[in-house]
Protein backbone atom coordinates (compact mmCIF):
# COMPACT_ATOMS: atom_id res chain seq x y z
CA UNK A 1 0.00 0.00 0.00
CA UNK A 2 1.22 3.44 -0.87
CA UNK A 3 1.43 5.75 2.44
CA UNK A 4 2.97 8.93 3.34
CA UNK A 5 4.54 9.44 6.90
CA UNK A 6 5.36 13.23 8.18
CA UNK A 7 7.06 12.47 11.77
CA UNK A 8 6.80 15.59 12.85
CA UNK A 9 3.26 16.46 14.81
CA UNK A 10 4.56 20.27 15.49
CA UNK A 11 7.90 22.43 14.20
CA UNK A 12 8.49 25.86 15.50
CA UNK A 13 10.72 28.33 13.81
CA UNK A 14 12.16 31.80 14.74
CA UNK A 15 11.17 34.43 12.32
CA UNK A 16 13.68 34.74 9.11
CA UNK A 17 15.38 31.34 10.12
CA UNK A 18 15.40 28.29 8.09
CA UNK A 19 13.22 25.20 8.98
CA UNK A 20 12.93 21.43 7.17
CA UNK A 21 9.79 19.35 7.52
CA UNK A 22 10.52 15.90 7.11
CA UNK A 23 8.40 13.37 4.59
CA UNK A 24 8.95 9.97 3.93
CA UNK A 25 6.59 7.90 1.77
CA UNK A 26 6.47 4.16 0.45
CA UNK A 27 5.29 2.95 -3.00
CA UNK A 28 6.64 0.30 -5.46
CA UNK A 29 5.65 2.73 -8.27
CA UNK A 30 9.39 4.15 -10.21
CA UNK A 31 7.36 7.21 -11.54
CA UNK A 32 5.34 9.16 -9.39
CA UNK A 33 4.77 13.09 -7.99
CA UNK A 34 5.20 14.33 -4.64
CA UNK A 35 3.47 17.75 -3.18
CA UNK A 36 3.82 20.27 -0.23
CA UNK A 37 0.69 21.43 0.38
CA UNK A 38 0.17 24.45 2.52
CA UNK A 39 -3.24 24.80 5.17
CA UNK A 40 -3.55 27.90 6.65
CA UNK A 41 -6.15 28.90 9.78
CA UNK A 42 -8.08 29.73 6.84
CA UNK A 43 -8.31 26.12 6.00
CA UNK A 44 -8.04 26.43 2.37
CA UNK A 45 -5.15 24.08 0.85
CA UNK A 46 -2.70 26.01 -1.14
CA UNK A 47 -0.12 24.08 -2.99
CA UNK A 48 3.55 24.74 -2.03
CA UNK A 49 5.53 23.09 -4.15
CA UNK A 50 5.50 20.04 -6.73
CA UNK A 51 8.27 17.13 -7.70
CA UNK A 52 8.06 15.08 -10.52
CA UNK A 53 9.95 11.74 -9.34
CA UNK A 54 11.86 11.35 -12.62
CA UNK A 55 13.25 14.35 -12.10
CA UNK A 56 16.53 14.58 -10.13
CA UNK A 57 16.91 18.14 -9.68
CA UNK A 58 14.81 19.54 -6.54
CA UNK A 59 12.57 21.66 -6.74
CA UNK A 60 12.36 25.44 -5.89
CA UNK A 61 9.38 27.92 -5.52
CA UNK A 62 10.95 30.94 -3.82
CA UNK A 63 11.67 30.80 -0.57
CA UNK A 64 10.67 27.14 -0.38
CA UNK A 65 12.94 24.39 -1.78
CA UNK A 66 12.64 20.57 -1.48
CA UNK A 67 15.49 17.98 -0.66
CA UNK A 68 14.23 14.85 -3.02
CA UNK A 69 15.88 12.01 -2.14
CA UNK A 70 14.24 9.21 -4.28
CA UNK A 71 16.29 5.85 -3.21
CA UNK A 72 15.77 6.85 0.31
CA UNK A 73 12.07 7.72 -0.42
CA UNK A 74 12.18 11.05 1.00
CA UNK A 75 11.02 14.06 0.23
CA UNK A 76 11.77 17.34 3.02
CA UNK A 77 10.52 20.73 2.48
CA UNK A 78 12.83 23.53 3.64
CA UNK A 79 11.18 27.32 4.52
CA UNK A 80 14.08 29.68 4.39
CA UNK A 81 13.78 33.25 5.93
CA UNK A 82 10.86 31.83 7.64
CA UNK A 83 7.79 34.79 7.89
CA UNK A 84 4.79 35.10 9.98
CA UNK A 85 2.54 33.87 7.12
CA UNK A 86 4.07 31.01 7.00
CA UNK A 87 2.65 29.57 9.90
CA UNK A 88 0.03 27.01 8.83
CA UNK A 89 -0.47 22.84 8.43
CA UNK A 90 1.78 21.45 5.54
CA UNK A 91 1.26 18.32 4.53
CA UNK A 92 3.24 15.99 2.02
CA UNK A 93 1.37 14.43 -0.33
CA UNK A 94 1.97 11.92 -3.21
CA UNK A 95 0.27 10.45 -6.09
CA UNK A 96 1.42 7.82 -8.83
CA UNK A 97 2.12 8.93 -12.20
CA UNK A 98 0.04 6.22 -13.91
CA UNK A 99 -2.18 3.61 -12.60
CA UNK A 100 -6.00 3.31 -12.18
CA UNK A 101 -6.68 6.27 -9.87
CA UNK A 102 -4.66 8.86 -9.68
CA UNK A 103 -5.83 10.29 -6.05
CA UNK A 104 -3.50 12.28 -3.64
CA UNK A 105 -2.42 10.65 -0.60
CA UNK A 106 -1.74 12.39 2.12
CA UNK A 107 0.67 12.23 5.08
CA UNK A 108 -0.92 13.44 8.88
CA UNK A 109 0.49 16.89 8.52
CA UNK A 110 3.16 19.16 10.54
CA UNK A 111 1.60 22.15 12.38
CA UNK A 112 4.44 24.84 11.46
CA UNK A 113 4.35 27.92 14.43
CA UNK A 114 6.59 31.24 13.68
CA UNK A 115 7.89 32.97 16.39
CA UNK A 116 8.10 36.69 15.78
CA UNK B 1 -10.13 32.68 -5.47
CA UNK B 2 -8.57 29.10 -6.76
CA UNK B 3 -11.27 28.70 -9.04
CA UNK B 4 -12.78 25.79 -7.36
CA UNK B 5 -16.57 26.29 -6.10
CA UNK B 6 -17.81 24.81 -2.99
CA UNK B 7 -21.09 25.54 -1.54
CA UNK B 8 -22.33 25.82 1.29
CA UNK B 9 -19.15 26.92 2.96
CA UNK B 10 -20.75 26.03 6.62
CA UNK B 11 -23.83 23.28 7.78
CA UNK B 12 -25.02 22.46 10.52
CA UNK B 13 -27.62 19.53 10.70
CA UNK B 14 -29.17 16.92 13.06
CA UNK B 15 -28.03 13.53 13.15
CA UNK B 16 -30.11 11.49 11.03
CA UNK B 17 -30.18 13.62 7.91
CA UNK B 18 -29.40 14.04 4.82
CA UNK B 19 -26.87 16.91 3.10
CA UNK B 20 -25.95 17.33 -0.63
CA UNK B 21 -22.33 19.27 -0.65
CA UNK B 22 -21.76 21.03 -4.10
CA UNK B 23 -18.57 21.59 -6.21
CA UNK B 24 -18.10 23.61 -9.07
CA UNK B 25 -14.39 23.07 -10.41
CA UNK B 26 -12.14 24.87 -12.00
CA UNK B 27 -12.79 25.83 -15.36
CA UNK B 28 -11.61 23.62 -18.27
CA UNK B 29 -11.05 20.67 -15.49
CA UNK B 30 -12.61 17.41 -16.14
CA UNK B 31 -11.48 15.35 -12.84
CA UNK B 32 -13.13 15.86 -9.16
CA UNK B 33 -12.20 14.72 -6.14
CA UNK B 34 -13.71 14.23 -2.59
CA UNK B 35 -11.77 14.47 0.34
CA UNK B 36 -12.80 14.60 4.02
CA UNK B 37 -10.37 15.90 6.89
CA UNK B 38 -11.72 15.45 10.40
CA UNK B 39 -9.53 16.06 13.41
CA UNK B 40 -8.76 12.33 13.94
CA UNK B 41 -8.78 10.78 10.59
CA UNK B 42 -6.71 13.75 8.43
CA UNK B 43 -7.11 13.71 5.00
CA UNK B 44 -8.85 10.90 3.52
CA UNK B 45 -9.83 9.98 -0.31
CA UNK B 46 -13.79 9.29 -0.72
CA UNK B 47 -14.62 9.10 -4.56
CA UNK B 48 -12.80 10.83 -7.82
CA UNK B 49 -15.10 11.39 -10.94
CA UNK B 50 -13.44 12.19 -14.48
CA UNK B 51 -16.45 13.65 -17.28
CA UNK B 52 -19.10 12.58 -15.74
CA UNK B 53 -17.82 8.50 -14.87
CA UNK B 54 -16.66 7.62 -11.43
CA UNK B 55 -13.34 7.11 -11.72
CA UNK B 56 -12.21 5.71 -8.45
CA UNK B 57 -13.55 4.80 -4.91
CA UNK B 58 -11.77 5.48 -1.42
CA UNK B 59 -12.69 5.21 1.87
CA UNK B 60 -16.28 6.23 1.41
CA UNK B 61 -19.01 5.22 3.35
CA UNK B 62 -22.17 3.21 2.00
CA UNK B 63 -24.40 5.88 2.76
CA UNK B 64 -22.33 8.63 1.15
CA UNK B 65 -22.71 8.86 -2.73
CA UNK B 66 -21.57 11.09 -5.08
CA UNK B 67 -21.92 12.09 -9.08
CA UNK B 68 -20.36 14.54 -11.26
CA UNK B 69 -22.98 16.28 -14.32
CA UNK B 70 -23.06 16.85 -17.47
CA UNK B 71 -21.67 20.71 -16.74
CA UNK B 72 -19.29 18.88 -14.87
CA UNK B 73 -19.76 20.49 -11.38
CA UNK B 74 -20.15 17.32 -8.75
CA UNK B 75 -22.41 16.69 -5.19
CA UNK B 76 -21.93 14.31 -2.81
CA UNK B 77 -24.57 13.44 -1.17
CA UNK B 78 -24.48 12.12 2.73
CA UNK B 79 -27.29 10.41 4.18
CA UNK B 80 -28.67 9.12 7.77
CA UNK B 81 -25.87 11.17 9.41
CA UNK B 82 -23.73 10.83 12.15
CA UNK B 83 -21.97 12.74 14.95
CA UNK B 84 -18.50 11.42 13.62
CA UNK B 85 -19.16 12.29 9.75
CA UNK B 86 -19.02 16.10 10.99
CA UNK B 87 -15.63 17.35 9.00
CA UNK B 88 -14.37 19.44 6.74
CA UNK B 89 -15.07 18.36 2.86
CA UNK B 90 -13.14 19.07 0.13
CA UNK B 91 -13.02 19.03 -3.13
CA UNK B 92 -10.49 19.23 -5.84
CA UNK B 93 -10.26 19.58 -9.62
CA UNK B 94 -7.49 18.71 -12.21
CA UNK B 95 -7.66 19.03 -15.58
CA UNK B 96 -7.10 15.17 -16.79
CA UNK B 97 -7.81 12.24 -14.78
CA UNK B 98 -3.79 11.87 -14.15
CA UNK B 99 -4.08 14.68 -11.47
CA UNK B 100 -0.75 14.87 -10.99
CA UNK B 101 0.23 15.69 -14.28
CA UNK B 102 -1.58 18.93 -14.35
CA UNK B 103 -1.49 19.37 -10.65
CA UNK B 104 -4.77 19.65 -8.44
CA UNK B 105 -6.64 22.83 -7.44
CA UNK B 106 -8.84 22.85 -3.84
CA UNK B 107 -12.09 24.47 -2.99
CA UNK B 108 -12.24 26.01 0.19
CA UNK B 109 -14.20 22.93 1.64
CA UNK B 110 -17.88 22.71 2.99
CA UNK B 111 -17.44 22.36 7.42
CA UNK B 112 -20.47 19.79 8.07
CA UNK B 113 -21.37 19.88 11.53
CA UNK B 114 -23.76 17.08 12.62
CA UNK B 115 -25.50 17.94 15.88
Known amino acids: AQTVTQSQPEMSVQEAETVTLSCTYDTSESDYYLFWYKQPPSRQMILVIRQEAYKQQNATENRFSVNFQKAAKSFSLKISDSQLGDAAMYFCAYTPRGGATNKLIFGTGTLLAVQP | DSGVTQTPKHLITATGQRVTLRCSPRSGDLSVYWYQQSLDQGLQFLIQ???????AKGNILERFSAQQFPDLHSELNLSSLELGDSALYFC??????????????FGSGTRLTVV
Open chain 2, 92 to 105: ASSLSAAGGIYGYT
Open chain 2, 49 to 55: YYNGEER
